[in-house]
């Protein structure tokens, strides 16, 4: 067994005797014997580092490794600039818990600060949280904000992730506040029947930009009959899409959410990833979690400190804005790494990229008879297309040649293109589902 | 120090993608992206030397002794972080065809099977991210259970006086009503006080045991009983498990739904505030409630509550754990529990003699300060010497908490610290000790010697600076 305790049991023993103890079972004499144990059962002994890497690593290799992803649906797998990992891995990042003791957290409450910087630019909102769990929860956690004594209803497009419409409904559950659904049309928000699809009780509703289809929704258009309505409007964003398409802050919404997963933070089987949360300077005041603001120090100088804490928890108990008391930092801290080294420019190019390449797949896959495009509106990087077969047979086609299929959704299947995929891939995808499509 | 926009050049930067190799698309004219906005445009070598710096300016469980009490600051096993950064772990869409993900499914299986038999729970959920989003959830399967059984009256959530402050806001985000239950003159619940608040109306009952102020409750079981007897549930804020984790489980203890700290029992690393991860265990009755993936397509339980977050959770924070676990096994949990109450007991007995310890009992795995006479005498804060401690190059303990003791300081020094590291930490506590005879304003100026001074944070709340501009 690998221990971590840096003292043999001989010293351990001394300092009990120090104690005026026998053995270690005096320090627990108020737990009731009854329930106390003298032993662990139904756990191993344990092993060497040596023999639980092997064990893990076992693990590791049971699962299939895809060269080519071509689905997405709430994660997906861009490019990662090496050195995101290097810093990520510094110890003193890794290893560090909240920054409570502003004096020697300098470092991850800058890192923040320049976090939330960043993510007001690609939203194009005055401010951004230290980040919450992922970008359905922040999704959840920006209708809650939007919540009125008067105004107690959440709307949500019925073309969102349905990750996100099931995590907004838990929350609202809790909070025994109605959820309800706005049906699209054609894919995307029907812009025309909007304000007379929300009651007056609306407190705001949610889209996703692009929405689960990988349609592009006219923001502008939905922000302007939301507000006429009285409600706010929370655009879910995927930040890739983001590097080409106009933020949603200079469209008019109100509150900007999303995953921060595409920007630097592998896939990793969903989680951990890092949940953004923007807003205008109007609501600043409601936003959850932490916050990390800029002060003068007793010596004058300049110095970051967690900031507006009386929104929260452990001062507000149950008053609070939200029990939220951590953030993802160091999947923060990835994102912010990202975007300092990718740019405007890399950041654009990973969107150029992305949008090329899924179009291109979409032109070549739509030669093949019988798959057309379920919608027609202009769409990023996913893409929904019909198949003449069995959405299975295609799934398993494309794994023999090392790529991971489009997701199959509603018989037809969602497809993802990031800037890793290559020409050649493509070409492969779109040979192999013919070849598919014609047995 | 520079921000990383005051190091930004036009034009610098690095290449990271390839050119395109497929034809332009048509772009959506209308939709493209025209306001003005600006990110850093820094080459790689100066992205390096600024994140360099940023960790220089952070202390972590690797710069010196960190006893924060109630958040368990051990240390993190590098084999961990190997692990779950293999490519079969991190390169894993979440959704692949099930029979591709056979390892990850493994991993969380085995977790929840150690988990359990640890915990004494019967089923493990790893979807909440965090410790208040594992109360969030285990409150809302409370609360699915009440409805599901026509109990709807059942409002009421029991949160003692010692809570973390987590409980009530997350109880409050379920809908309940919370019921603070006074502590009795040993720092315990008052059971006389719970008795009265028990009802027709009781959810449930919320507590920490060992509690904040680091005592186990010796009254548990007859506490846990008075709940159930009330017809409500008992939850169990696991923050605290580092204490007991192979001694004595909640379930036995009578709890029916638990939510557990990976980050800090399982030693996966606090990562600056997250990612970590609340796993949440419940017992069979409440089972039918727990949470699962929309899409991910796992078997969704008869009277789900939906789930409180995408796909299975923080997945590579489950890894770690789990790695922990296999490593040290039932005896190594067992050991690590001891040495960490061992630790604290140590401590607190080289420090009572300095400063007055809340509740002179044998403590679990931390203990709690009260300055108040010192504040009173002196005019010496905590907050004085939790800053003066810093000049040590330790990081200070807990200030301030739990709440109802004045002028607290909690310290939790964890298993994985020597006797020799215990003994130097508290000459370094005598020191600051007696400067606040012979040197009370140095203690007031204090940190003298970190990167900043004390920071203005009411200027900060006052006048909000929350982003760069240019």
Known sequence: MAGYIPSTSDERQLMLEELGMKDYKDLYVDVPASVLLDELPGVAKGISEMEAETAMRAMAEMNVLYPTVLRGAGIYDHYIPSIVDTVAGKEEFVTAYTPYQAEISQGVLQSIFEYQTMICELTGMDASNASVYDGASAAAEGSMMCLKRNRNVVYVADNANPETIETIKTYAYGRDVKVEMLSSKKGVIDVNVLEDALCDEAACLFVQQPNFYGLIEDIEAIADKVHNKGAKLIVGCYPTALGMLESPGALGADIATGDGQPLGIPMGYGGPTVGFMATKKAMVRQLPGRIVGQTTDSRGGRAFVLTLQAREQHIRREKASSNICSNQALCALRAGVYMAVMGKKGLSEAAELSYDKAHYLAKRLCEIPGIKMVYDGPYFNEFMTTLPVDAAQIEKALHKVGILSGLPVDGGMLWCVTEKATKEALDLTVQTVRGAVSK | ?470
């Not at chain 2, 997945?315 to 490593?327: D, N, W």
Request: glycine share 8%.
């Open chain 2, 1 to 470: 120090m520079k921000l990383i926009f005051e190091r930004s050049t036009p034009g610098h930067c690095s290449d990271y993608l390839p050119k395109s190799d497929v034809e332009k698309a048509p772009r959506p004219e209308k939709f493209l992206r025209k306001a003005k906005w600006m990110l850093p445009e820094v080459a790689e070598v100066e992205a390096a030397r600024h994140y360099k710096e940023l960790a220089d300016q952070t202390f972590g469980v690797v710069s010196g002794f960190y006893p924060l009490g109630s958040c368990t600051m051990k240390y993190n096993p590098r084999l961990n972080e190997r692990v779950a950064s293999f490519p079969g772990f991190t390169n894993i869409h979440p959704l692949q065809p099930k029979d591709t993900v056979k390892g990850c499914q493994a991993v969380i299986d085995l977790a929840d099977e150690m988990l359990c038999a640890v915990t004494g729970m019967d089923k493990i959920t790893i979807q909440p991210a965090a410790g208040a989003h594992g109360e969030f959830l285990g409150l809302l399967l409370m609360k699915a259970y009440f409805d599901h059984h026509g109990q709807t009256q059942r409002t009421k959530m029991l949160v003692p006086d010692a809570a973390h402050g987590t409980n009530p806001a997350s109880a409050v985000m379920v809908g309940f009503d919370v019921v603070n239950i006074p502590s009795n003159a040993n720092g315990c619940v008052d059971v006389e006080a719970l008795k009265n608040a028990l009802g027709d109306d009781t959810a449930g009952l919320m507590l920490t045991n060992p509690n904040t102020l680091g005592l186990f409750d010796p009254q548990i079981l007859e506490i846990t009983s008075l709940v159930h007897e009330a017809g409500g549930l008992c939850y169990y804020d696991g923050a605290n498990l580092n204490a007991i984790m192979g001694q004595v489980r909640p379930g036995d203890m009578g709890f029916d739904v638990i939510h557990l700290n990976l980050h800090k029992t399982f030693s996966t690393p606090h990562g600056g505030g997250g990612p970590g991860s609340g796993a949440v265990g419940c017992k069979d009755i409440l089972k039918p409630y727990l949470p699962s993936s929309f899409l991910g397509k796992d078997e969704r339980p008869e009277h789900s509550v939906g789930q409180v977050r995408s796909f299975y959770g923080n997945f590579g924070v489950v890894v770690r754990a789990l790695t922990y676990m296999l490593t040290l096994g039932a005896e190594g949990m067992r050991e690590a529990s001891q040495t960490a109450v061992l630790n604290a007991n140590y401590l607190m007995h080289l420090l009572k003699d300095v400063f007055p310890v809340a509740y002179d009992h044998i403590c679990m795995h931390e203990f709690v300060l009260t300055l108040a006479d010192i504040k009173k005498e002196t005019g010496i804060s905590a907050l004085d010497v939790a800053k003066g401690l810093l000049d040590f190059g330790m990081h200070p303990p807990t200030m301030y908490f739990p709440l109802i003791v004045p002028e607290a300081l909690m310290l939790e020094p964890t298993e994985t610290e020597s006797r020799q590291s215990l003994i130097d930490a508290a000459e370094k506590y005598k020191l600051v000790k007696e400067k606040i005879c012979s040197a009370p304003d140095e203690l007031r100026n204090a940190p003298l010697t970190t990167y900043i001074g004390r920071p203005d944070e009411v200027k900060a709340a006052r006048n909000p600076i929350l982003r760069y501009e240019e």
